[in-house]
């Protein structure tokens, strides 16, 4: 099915940027169209757009939405150094297959460095996700008018009171896919072949930093045994 598109086309947004959106009316809008429809219209509403993609369990759909609606837009990527091996595989796996640019995100290396001797994610895990992860994500993110994310509303009960379009610390957050279901989700990839993360299978459905997840259903294996249920990112 990969092979078969063709006439990709690079992000060229035609319109100039929404300043200030009306988001009741963005959501009214977007609710009427499908996910591919949603991703080619945000280049004509948007100039200055944000993805960005954990390369967990469910990445390999929006991905390959994007590719299938021919808009190659880069791809942003945490990279807060305690990834599963397993994680960066696929990253670099479905960077190929889609032939994704990939700009990669980093801690700051003090930072980084006390969280690792101090082993900071067993009794602060809130504020290893701020030094690792939000932190040096925040320092990026204002310098774009939208930030797409691969949210889902099936994953969690914060994630199913969301709608399309949010506003968070003043920047515009788009979830093309929120109100596809997981079984949509795994239709679109069994039909298409596309390549699950290699942890699936071994009982892992969401996917984050290695020392806090652990095999469980839907986010139930991400900070188990803690009250923590998001890394901070989109809250």
Not at 59 to 67: E, I, K, M, N, R
Not at 120 to 144: G, S, T
Not at 161 to 169: A, G, Q, R, S, V
């Amino acid at each position: 099915m990969i092979a078969a598109i063709k006439n990709k086309q690079t992000y060229n947004p035609l319109s100039v940027s929404v300043k200030k959106p009306d988001l009741k009316l963005l959501n009214e809008k977007y609710l009427k169209l499908t996910p591919e429809e949603r991703i080619k219209e945000i280049c004509h509403d948007f100039d200055n757009i944000l993805l960005s993609s954990s390369f967990g369990t469910t990445a390999v759909f929006q991905l390959f939405l994007f590719y299938k609606a021919g808009v190659n837009q880069p791809v942003h990527f945490i990279d807060t150094t305690y990834h599963f091996k397993e994680t960066l595989d696929y990253k670099e796996k479905l960077t190929k297959l889609f032939d994704l640019k990939i700009i990669d995100i980093i801690p700051d290396k003090e930072q980084n460095e006390f969280s690792k001797l101090g082993e900071l994610w067993r009794y602060d895990p809130d504020q290893c996700c701020q030094n690792n992860k939000v932190e040096p994500f925040e320092k990026i993110r204002d310098k774009f008018e939208v930030w797409i994310s691969g949210l889902m509303s099936w994953q969690s009960s914060h994630r199913e009171k969301l709608n399309i379009f949010e506003e968070k610390k003043g920047v515009i957050k788009f979830y093309p896919i929120l109100d596809v279901t997981e079984e949509e989700a795994l239709k679109t990839i069994e039909e298409n072949n596309l390549p699950m993360h290699p942890l699936k299978a071994l009982g892992y459905e969401s996917i984050g930093c290695k020392h806090c997840t652990l095999k469980g259903k839907k986010r139930k294996g991400r900070w188990a045994q803690t009250i923590k249920t998001e890394c901070g990112l989109h809250l």
